[in-house]
């Protein structure tokens, strides 16, 4: 895949023509990109899910070309009793434990942010057409996403409410949530459309849900203009490459990247450095915002959510292959694993050259909620100077969904992890971990995470 900064007038012939639409799939530059508006009738004898009150599940039509859009081999991802955190939430607005609230400009919006836990400054907005909801996106009227540790809500004004959480036993699930004024708020399950794109079995073999971060260039009415300059992003990515088809704010110094940017003509690929605008504190100047909480689309957060669902995909990964049969897997649990502690560990993460910095509010709601150690360090410290964070090892290792990886995943894991925090994996991967480093590392764990402390000096 030709990287975005490459694309020039040589390579005109393969930008996708204006007008014409997406591929839904290549077109997936936000966290899901494929709600369903509409449900569809639950295949003959399926279980059905817990009965709650607002809760509409729904599933894909039968005659399905993908084996595995709704079902998987190992985990019953139809069929399970979902307990993750929006699956709470419906429990308690079923038992009257709590309420949302309608707003005439934002309907249940800022109410269900409330509920979950999800901090208002953790906006950001994404303008690229990749949403069953395209018709209502745009460089004028962007999606908002909000999140903490293991929901993300998506706003369209006029849309229902996009909802992908994680639930610690089957990965990514999605919901909406209908936007008209009601006495009681329905929630619908989305057990299959999502799927669609975000079901991995048909891109990588995997047959694993997973959430979807990218970035690619993005026209006037938020149209992907270019397939071969879409790329998922992760840790790795130059920050030149990342957030096309996002707004960005705050600052970064001298560095650059995709954010902000709106491709109006074919000439404009030959004159990308002209196009970008960076290092701005708000978007007043760049797209309304009075539809939203903040005038904001915060540069830190973006480089978390984006951190945090790649290592969410992989934790999902290998709980997925922990559960299936040796011989079925699509790789040994080993190399999963492995997968998981580099990304955790930030192996081969690109390292800033500027000093990066967002909005105060939502660095310090995200640092509140760390577990200090008895000098008060937590894997949730910001650096921003040269990296993502302080002490590199994911702040994700406190999560649901890693406690409730099996025993086995997590031994082959914390083996690993061992093997780098004390030294004995001396090799040139590990180098950007400083000694200092590995030492903080496992006295933070030492301090609040017993059954990982307990793994690391086994």
Not at 81 to 108: C, M, N
Request: net charge negative; charged share 20%; proline share 6%.
């Amino acid at each position: 895949m030709v990287s975005p900064d490459r694309t020039s007038l040589k390579s005109r012939s393969r930008v996708v023509a204006f007008g014409v639409a997406a591929v839904a799939v290549l077109g997936a530059t936000v966290v899901w990109s494929a709600f369903g508006t509409r449900g569809v009738t639950r295949p003959a004898g399926a279980p059905p899910q817990p009965e709650l009150v607002g809760y509409a599940p729904t599933a894909p039509a039968t005659g399905s070309m993908l084996r595995y859009e709704t079902e998987y081999p190992a985990i019953p991802y139809l069929t399970g009793r979902r307990t993750d955190r929006v699956a709470a939430l419906i429990g308690r607005l079923e038992s009257g434990d709590t309420k949302l609230d309608y707003h005439r400009e934002r309907g249940y919006l800022d109410s269900l942010l409330a509920a979950l836990e999800i901090d208002p400054a953790s906006q950001t907005l994404v303008y690229s057409q990749t949403s069953l909801q395209s018709r209502l996106i745009g460089p004028r009227t962007p999606r908002a996403i909000y999140f903490n540790d293991d929901v993300y809500v998506g706003y369209v004004k006029g849309a229902p409410l996009e909802i992908a959480s994680l639930d610690p036993s089957l990965g990514p699930v999605f919901y909406l949530l209908d936007q008209a004024q009601a006495p009681a708020p329905t929630f619908t399950a989305e057990l299959g459309t999502c799927l669609s794109c975000h079901d991995s079995y048909s891109l990588t073999g995997g047959g694993v849900p997973r959430f979807i971060v990218g970035s690619g260039y993005t026209g006037t009415t938020g149209m992907l203009v270019s397939h071969e300059g879409w790329i998922l992003i992760s840790d790795r990515t130059p920050l030149k490459s990342r957030w096309g088809g996002w707004y960005v704010t705050g600052l970064h110094g001298s560095q650059v990247h995709l954010g902000n940017m709106v491709i109006k003509t074919l000439y404009d690929f030959d004159r990308l450095e002209e196009l970008r605008i960076g290092n701005v504190d708000t978007l007043d100047a760049l797209v309304d915002v009075k539809p939203f909480p903040t005038n904001t689309s915060d540069i830190v957060a973006l480089l978390v959510l984006q951190h945090q669902a790649d290592v969410q995909n992989l934790i999902t990964r290998l709980h997925y292959d922990a559960r299936t049969a040796a011989d079925k897997r699509a790789e040994p649990l080993e190399e999963t694993a492995e997968r998981l502690l580099r990304m955790m560990l930030f192996v081969d993460a690109v390292e800033y050259t500027d000093a990066i910095s967002g909005r105060r509010e939502f660095v310090e709601q995200f640092a509140s909620r760390g577990v200090r150690d008895a000098q008060g360090r937590s894997l949730r410290d910001f650096d921003l100077t040269r990296r993502l964070f302080r002490y590199p090892l994911s702040y994700v290792i406190y999560s649901p969904a890693f406690d409730a990886l099996p025993n086995d995943a997590k031994g082959i894991f914390y083996r690993r992890l061992n093997e780098v925090l004390t030294g004995a994996d001396t090799g040139e991967d590990f180098a950007h971990l400083s000694a200092a480093d590995r030492t903080a590392i496992l006295e933070i764990l030492r301090d609040t995470k017993p059954d990982a402390a307990a793994g690391v000096t086994n």
